[in-house]
């Protein structure tokens, strides 16, 4: 059974730092791209970053580039989002997802099989 857990959230001041780790079982990451979504109440889920199966590509929205980081460690099928100057509309649930395409630079959920439970990161201003 393929199952994504989240991990890493939770409450921090404007400007402070979360990392996300996103691990994975029933499969390995390798072969596949791995994207992280937010949704925040009341709005619709929204693309963040993805990566490719190598790590050698990534994309991010353009209110987060910069501050936020995805990594993926193959090894111990983890990916991971270092976010970093945190700001209050940053607050929502943040998920992991994977894609059946290897090199995958978008973030549109309808190429993303399967999806993590979530975990809530909220910003205080």
């Known amino acids: 059974e393929v199952q994504l857990v989240e991990s890493g959230g939770g409450l921090v001041q404007t400007a402070g730092s979360l990392r996300l780790s996103c691990a994975a079982s029933g499969f390995t990451f390798a072969g596949h791209s791995i994207g992280w979504f937010r949704q925040a109440p009341g709005k619709e889920r929204e693309g963040v970053a993805c990566?490719?199966?190598?790590?050698?590509?990534?994309y991010y929205r353009g209110s987060v580039e910069g501050r936020f980081t995805i990594s993926l460690d193959n090894a111990k099928n983890t990916v991971y989002l270092r976010m970093n100057s945190l700001l209050p509309e940053d607050t929502a649930v943040y998920y992991c997802?994977?894609?059946?395409?290897?090199?995958?630079?978008?973030?549109?959920?309808?190429?993303?099989?399967?999806w993590g439970q979530g975990t809530q990161v909220t910003v205080s201003s």
């Open positions: 997802a994977v894609s059946r395409f290897p090199v995958l630079l978008t973030t549109a959920t309808t190429y993303y099989d399967y």
């Open positions: 990566i490719s199966n190598s790590g050698g590509a990534t």
